[in-house]
Each structure stands twice: as C-alpha cells, then as structure tokens.
C-alpha cells in the first residue's frame, strides 16, 4: 500500500519512544480518547505515517499492544487514540492521567493507500471502535478536501451512549462538503434525532453513486462486515476498491514475532488494510 | 572459491587458536545419543560424529528468552548481552540453510538488530555429516551448502577440506597458515567425490517437496488434518525444536522495588492455543488441526512459492522428537495418501484419549 514500513526507530524498532499524554476524556463507559505527544519535539514533529497505521503503546510493567492512530497526518505533532479496555494495557493505559508518560513505537502496517485516491469518491462505513482507524482517513479527507470527490460518511453504534466521538460527528452534519449519516441500533434515551437500525438501514440514503471512482472503508466488529460487504456489492463496486482493516493478536508490529499471521500473510507488515478481494484469497476468514 | 587441507589431528589446535577471543561452541553429547551445541571449555568434550543436536544453532542468535532492554521512567536501556563474540564449530549443511533462511526472515522490511548483532558476532565454521533414518535434507536440496559460513570443513580420510566462505574465514586460515596445505591432490578428490555418492546413496527419506504446495492447496479440507489435529498435543516441541521456526512472545518483567522493567522476548509457538487469542477472548485458531495447519504452510507452501524452496531444511528434528509422530516426513505421505493406514493405527495407539 503505501510502502513505507518505516518507523521512528531505524536501528532497534522494537525501542519505544518517550511520550507525554496530552489529554485523555472518556468516550464511553470502555472506550478512552488519549491525546499524546512525543518527548522530545523534532520527533513529535516530524513524526509521519498514514490513516490506517497503528503504533505500538506501552505501559511500564504492564506490556505492549497496538492501537490504530485515530489523528490524521494532516495535523502533525499530536497523536490521538480511542482505546477501550480489554486486558492487562489497556487497564494499565486507562488508570494513567494526563501528564503520564508512556512509549510509543511506530508508525506500523501499510496504511490506507490514500494518497493515490485523488479526485475519487469515498465511503466510510463505520462501527463500533471503527471508528478508531477510520477517523484519520476521514479527517484526512477534511482537511484536504479539495482533492477529493464526493464524502459520505455512515456510521453506527448500538445505543447513542456508546457511539464515540459522537459530538466531533454530529458537528459533521453541519457542513455541506459532506453527507454524514448516523445510527444507533436501538434509542435508548428517546432523544435520538438521527437513523435508528443496524448501519445497513443507512445505505438506501447513498444516491447515484459511481462504483467506478468509488473507494469503500469499512471497520467494525466482525459482524458488522458481512451485511456491509454485502451492500457494497449491490452498490457494484469493485472488491478492490473496498478496503477494510483486519485485527490480530500483534507483539512486535514488524513482522517478526509471527502472531499476526494469516497463512503466509503478515497482518503488521503487509496489514492491517486489505482490499476485500485480498481477504476472499485469505483461507482463514476474518 | 578457495579450498585447503587440514590434518584431522590439527583440528583442535586450530580451533584452540582462534578461539582465544571469542567463545566457541560444538556439539557435545548431553544424554545418551542426545547432542547439544555448548560452550567448549575442553576440547575432548566435542562429538564430531553427531547427527543432530537437540535445539538448532538458532538458540545461539534468539535465545530461548533474553532482554531486549530496561525499561525506566528515564527512558530505554539497549541489552545485547546475549551477542557475544562467537565461534560455532560443527554446524551441518541443514542447519546452515536454516540460519539462511532466518537472515532473509529477520532482514525483511524491518532489520532485528537482536538476531543480527549476534549473527554478526558469529563465525559459523560448518561440518560435513552422515544422514541417519529421520534426515530429509536430500529431498529438501539442503544436504549440500554454498553459502553463509566462514569454513566448512569436509571430512576426508585423515584431513580436512576446508572450503573459505569469506573474509573472516580467510583471517582465521591466517593465524595458523603452517596447518593448511594448498595442494589439493586427485587422490583428495576421488575420495571427496567417493564419500559424495556413497552419503546420497545413504539418505533413507525420500519427499516430493516440489508436490507440497499444491497438495497443502487441494487439501486444506481434507480429515487428514481433523486426524492430525485430534493426535497433537499442542506442546509446542515440534517448534522449538525446528530451525527455521521463529516465533516469539514479548514480556514485560517489573523488577522489583523499582519504576524499572526488562523487557524481553521468549520462543512460542504456533501450535500452542493461546498464540492467536485477540482481546474479548476470540480465537482465530482454537482447534488444534487449524494450527496445525498453520505450521505446515508455513514449512511446506509459504515459502516453495515464494523462494521457490520450503522452509524446511530437512534436519528431521520433528521427526526425533513429536511424541505422537507428526513431522513433516508422516504429514507429508498423509498429504500424497501413502501409508496412511501404518500412520494412522499408530497414531490411535499412542494417544489415550
Ligand atoms: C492493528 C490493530 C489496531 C488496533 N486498534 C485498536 C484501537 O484503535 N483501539 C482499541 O481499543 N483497540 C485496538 N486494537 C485492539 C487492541 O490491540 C487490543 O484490545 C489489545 O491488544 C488488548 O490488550 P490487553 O493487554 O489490554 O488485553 P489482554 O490482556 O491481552 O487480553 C485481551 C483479551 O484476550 C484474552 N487473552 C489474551 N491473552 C490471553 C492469554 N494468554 N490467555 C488467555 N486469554 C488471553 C483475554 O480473554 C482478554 O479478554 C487494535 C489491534 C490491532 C491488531
Ligand atoms: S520441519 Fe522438521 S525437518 Fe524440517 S526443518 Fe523443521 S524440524 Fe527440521
Ligand atoms: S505436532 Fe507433535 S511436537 Fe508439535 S505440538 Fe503437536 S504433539 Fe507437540
Ligand atoms: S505482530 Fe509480530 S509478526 Fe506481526
């Protein structure tokens, strides 16, 4: 994809990096928002990589898992997270504070090959903690918004409460550069405005859409993918121009440890984004 | 490239001089007919006739666990203690290849500077050998080797032939230059090419590999694998003992009384349930036939079709030591439907279930 498989640390990847936590608020009841900043500023600065990269984070005594940066390259300095709690790091990353350090390694995996999407048409599709990974191509695409087409962005969430980042989407609705539709698979408040039913419900608002020039991202959990991949179809457009992110357990992110893989492929080099038409060729399904 | 001759009997004393800066290892014998590379500190200890050690020479580069760093609050403490400076002698043509294809796995996309610095710091002076009842190297076209040692000492009658893989090896060959003859005679070489023959004949195994990655393809269904997978204990054995087997788990040791951690890498193993647990508990691979066939590709197709040669160098280490006799010899029979049936009533004698 985008190629690069270059990370911070050119003569020991496997060193983490000193950074500072910036910000941290709660998302929902398990998910975190985490704002941070490298140490040291030319690298805070100079650190690049793609929507769709992920960078090891590490919490002394605790260990080391990955997480998709959710900031978009087109604002450097800061890195921004939305991490739920799972296990050991994460319960380790949820008890820090803002001011807490902790490391950070990476960029990592090959990224959204967003670069080469110029002028073309693009679908988010989002579920879930989805939306980690597809807020930076979304935010990419904002902030370069002129060279790309037509932006939809569909994103669900199973009760308003446990939609993330629902404030920064709501605001989304405002603007007229992009049709945002959001939904929740059922109201619990009553006070839900929006689309209520699963995100598949959303499609039918998608009009004239032009398969050809049209570039689908698709993250949520699994189940998420099989009715969503199904509606793209429909929409008929091409399975490799439907991209999607794969989640495996990850201990080295530079395709040594061997964890990731699926078959001969290695999630952490030559994932975590995939073309639905690499995944059919996968024997192991998602 | 440039071969010498060496007296079997100055063997030791070369080894002796240049190994006074470095450590060397060789093949000992540790339990009865078991060998292991070790750390020679008398030289009459050092088993030229062995066939296979227990653990391949990859425990010399990755150890089975060692630190990556310290981790503090100030920051990261590098640790490359595990890679000293080197020499290990006796290293067969199989496990030579096996190191190989660790430098293309270890040098790709991303340099790991743990197993490079030890390679780096290694000289690998190879040994020529026998084949016994579980060697597969022939069919796996790793029997002979043409790179990625210094020396390779080839055993004729009463010396050695010393073929100079490199610069390094040239330097060693230099400190004691009154050991080494240039003259090379036909007598020599008749007895080289006699010894060459003789071994090919000696190979008792004999695997299609070119076959393998389109039968694990139409096979990947198969109950072959259901069988297989009901008999594996899940031990892991079978990777730890496997040279060309690379994976690893990271931990985070919390030293006591201090904001400080070690950080440091352990071997694991595919064919263990808990390598592919993601968080919420899923598991990609919780059967045992998945893992297993994850192994299988990964020695009998991922690699034929990409280097056009398996990741299996032939060693025959899984054959010596599954407890319920799956390797690479039995699955790949089961694979091509030969013998199934001596296979398989051993293997529903050996496992209680
Ligand atoms: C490319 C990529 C991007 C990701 N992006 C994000 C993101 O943006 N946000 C996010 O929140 N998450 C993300 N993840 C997932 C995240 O990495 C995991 O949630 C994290 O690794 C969990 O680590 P932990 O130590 O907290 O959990 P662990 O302690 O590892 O446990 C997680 C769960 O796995 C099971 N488990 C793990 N190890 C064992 C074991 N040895 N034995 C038995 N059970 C075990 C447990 O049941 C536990 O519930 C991403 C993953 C990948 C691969
Ligand atoms: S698969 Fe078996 S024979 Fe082949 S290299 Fe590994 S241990 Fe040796
Ligand atoms: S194949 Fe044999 S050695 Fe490997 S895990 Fe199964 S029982 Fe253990
Ligand atoms: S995470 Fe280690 S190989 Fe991919």
Redesign the pocket.
Known sequence: MNGENKCMNQTNPYLPEAARIVRTYPLTED?KFFQVRLVDMEKAISFKYSPGQ?AMISVLG??E??????STPSRPGLLE?????????????FKLKENDHIGIRGP??NGFPIESMHGKDIIIVMGG?GA??LRSVLLYCLDNRDIFGRVALLHGAKRPAEMILREEFFALKERNDLECYLTVDADDTGKWKENIGVVTTLFPLLKDINPSKTFAFVCGPPVMYKFVLKELIKLNIPKNQILM??????KCGVGKCGH?AIDYIY??ID??VFTYWDVIHMRELI | MKIVKLKKENLFSFLEAISEEAELWAPVQKYENKHSFQLIKDFSQIDLKYTRTILPPKKLFLPPTFNMFLATEQGYEEDFSHATKKILFGVHPCDIHGLLILDRFFQHVFDDPYYSKARQNTLILGLSCWPDENCMCKSTNTHIIEEGYDLFFSELENDYLVWIGSSQGDDCIRIKPGFFDEDITDEDIQIYIKWQNERDKAFQVDINFVAMPDLMELKYENPIWEKLGDACLACGSCSNVCPTCNCYNVLDKPLLNKDTSEIGRCWDACTLE?YS??????NFREKRAQRLKLWYTHKLQAYISKYGKPACVGCGRCASTCPVDINVQTVAKALEGKDMDTFWNRLSKEVTK
């Open positions: 998910v992920f605790a260990g898992a990955p997480f998709s940066i959710s997270f939305c991490i739920r709690k799972a296990g050991t790091v994460t319960n380790a990353i990592y995996g903690l980690a990974p992110t794969l989640e495996r357990r990850m990731c999630t952490c994932g975590p | 808990s647990e993601v968080a919420g508990g899923e």
